[in-house]
């Protein structure tokens, strides 16, 4: 996957500080071993001098098996005594070694010129969270969905809102306790203020807690970011289609509020079909009607829709009305 400078060097700058923190807190360690035991400081001297006798000893020609054994043997047995030290204190064994985030690649990004998988995670975090800068993660879970709202009261035929809502909110928590990247794709619709939002964010939240690779974004957010991307020679390489395409889960939002055009409508069915392909997970949502969405979009992605995720029909009255109307209800509404 390709991405802008920025997104490297911003990583690179993440891998350093970890190296230093790392080495900085070895010599923490160093110290607080050298005032407990000023034998192991000595120890460590002369283990650093023996290796670099050895190193002479190659230069200098002569005996050098016999010679290199001599000083493998007397290493040995000062490292054999600085490991006990070490370990009469309660130490762990690495206890002078730097504890390096990624011991593969000790915290640089590259192992013998070839990126650390490491880093290739980092990069990945970086670009999520740079398209999910603006998108408010934080503030819904499912605990403050309040079905209270949603009517009690059933049309002569079929569910309450209340009772419909209570089957999509426990079907929304299982989803997000068993997310895997064999889930479904989900298509959340209905009419607005109803919840699809409040949702989609708690299912991301809890998603990004199991430490999946999640991109939430709007559809007029989507489109104006991969429209820059397509058309401005500065923003080429951003990264943003293949972050879409390679996230865990994505999540649109507000499917059909962006500026219809060619270029929406195709980009639109590219990235629904690119995720269906690769068989990554999506959750959209809309306000349209499917007969809505097939006017918007035309045949293909309407059929990509039907075909390809699991429908989630919200009802009840706009939640964001009845809260600048009135208390909230306690009752049969």
């Excluded at 400081?41 to 290199?68: F, H, M, N, P």
């Excluded at 055009?261 to 990235?271: G, P, Q």
């Excluded at 309407?302 to 009802?315: A, D, P, Q, V, Y």
Aim: glycine share 6%; hydrophobic share 35%; with cysteine.
């Amino acid at each position: 996957m390709s991405y802008p400078t920025e997104v490297y060097d911003q990583a690179l700058g993440i891998l350093e500080k970890r190296r230093s923190l790392a080495e900085q807190e070895l010599e923490k360690r160093r110290s607080l071993l050298y005032a407990r035991s000023p034998r192991a400081q000595q120890l460590e001297r002369t283990i650093a001098r023996t290796s670099a006798a050895a190193a002479k000893t190659v230069l200098a020609g002569g005996d050098v098996k016999s010679a290199l054994e001599q000083l493998r043997d007397k290493n040995l047995a000062l490292q054999k005594e600085l490991a006990d030290i070490i370990k009469g204190f309660g130490f762990p064994e690495n206890y002078l070694d730097p504890w390096y985030t990624c011991p593969l690649c000790r915290d640089r990004g590259d192992i013998d010129g070839k990126m650390c998988g490491c880093m290739k995670k980092l990069l990945r975090r970086i670009a999520f969270d740079r398209l999910n800068a603006s998108s408010p993660l934080e503030l819904c879970d499912f605990d403050s969905f309040d079905l209270n709202y949603y009517p009690k009261t059933a049309p002569a035929e079929g569910r309450s809102p209340y009772d419909t809502m209570t089957l999509i909110l426990k079907f929304c928590r299982r989803y997000a306790d068993n997310f895997s990247l064999l889930s479904d794709s989900l298509l959340m619709q209905g009419g607005p203020g109803l919840g699809k939002t409040h949702l989609s964010l708690a299912i991301a939240r809890e998603v990004i807690d199991k430490d999946f690779g999640v991109v939430y974004v709007s559809a007029p957010t989507l489109m104006s970011q991969l429209a820059k991307e397509s058309f401005d020679y500065s923003s080429k390489n951003s990264g943003v289609s293949q972050a879409l395409i390679d996230c865990d889960l994505l999540i649109l939002d507000d499917l059909g509020t962006e500026f219809g055009t060619r270029f929406s409508t195709a980009a639109m069915y590219n990235m629904i079909n690119s995720r269906m392909i690769t068989s990554k997970p999506t959750i959209i949502s809309t306000n349209l009607t499917m007969k809505e969405l097939q006017e918007s979009y035309g045949s293909r992605v309407t059929s990509r829709l039907i075909g390809g995720l699991k429908r989630l029909e919200f009802c009840g009255r706009d939640i964001r009305q009845l809260k600048r109307m009135k208390p909230l209800p306690t009752g049969d509404t």
